[in-house]
Nanobody
Framework: QVQLVASGGGLVQAGGSPRPPCAAS????????MAWYRQAPGKQRELVAR???????YYADSVKDRFTISRDNARNTVSLRMDSLKPEDTAVYYC???????WGQGTQVTVSS
């Protein structure tokens, strides 16, 4: 059974750099499509970043050059480093894998100006 557990959110000041990890079990992050999505209040869930073996990484235009997705194969985690945070980055951030189309429970990131 695949489980994704995201953590590391919270209240962050604008310009901060949190790095929430997503711990995976039941699959190997090193060989699977892994992604982070986010959903802001009143908006649809949107793709933020993804990492795919043999393909590389992808970032939404709104976070390009500020966010970095990475894998720690030894810990079987996928992290999203967020630099230069803006209030409009406030959202619930979800981890996702295409392997089983599973979602993590989400972690709230609130950016204060």
């Amino acid at each position: 059974q695949v489980q994704l557990v995201a953590s590391g959110g919270g209240l962050v000041q604008a310009g901060g750099s949190p790095r929430p990890p997503c711990a995976a079990s039941g699959l190997s992050v090193s060989i699977n499509y892994m992604a982070w999505y986010r959903q802001a209040p009143g908006k649809q869930r949107e793709l933020v970043a993804r990492i795919t073996t043999g393909v590389g990484t992808y970032y939404a235009d709104s976070v390009k050059d500020r966010f970095t997705i990475s894998r720690d194969n030894a810990r079987n985690t996928v992290s999203l480093r967020m630099d230069s945070l803006k209030p409009e980055d406030t959202a619930v951030y979800y981890c996702y894998t295409r392997y089983s189309q599973s979602w993590g429970q989400g972690t709230q990131v609130t950016v204060s100006s």
